[in-house]
């Protein structure tokens, strides 16, 4: 699982539909497909519901994955602010031990 594949799911949800997920990021829909078959896969569940149409609903597992793709996605922008904030000219250096000494 991979950053990317939580973005896209994100944006299937946003969008209720695969194929309109794919035309917002001007993906083609079998690509976008695939990657959420691949998160499926790597997660051992189904993530969606496949509905009437091209409409998509969670599934229980989807709506967890949701919450925590969510959290998980804010906590990387969250790293990413902090590290810009720090200068680069900075070294600091941190002193490892281990309890076995």
């Known amino acids: 699982m991979n950053l990317s594949q939580m973005r896209m799911f994100l944006e299937v949800v946003r969008y209720g539909s695969l194929s309109e997920a794919a035309r917002q990021h001007q993906l083609t829909q ?22 009437e149409g091209h409409q998509i609903k969670l599934t229980a597992q989807g709506q967890d994955f949701l919450d925590f793709a969510v959290k998980v996605l804010a906590d990387y922008s969250q790293l990413q602010e902090h590290w810009q904030l720090v200068p680069s000219d900075v070294s600091q250096t941190h002193e490892m031990s281990s309890l076995d000494e």
């Open 30 to 51: 079998p690509a976008v497909t695939r990657k959420m078959q691949r998160l499926e896969k790597e997660l051992g569940m189904e993530l969606f519901e496949r509905g």
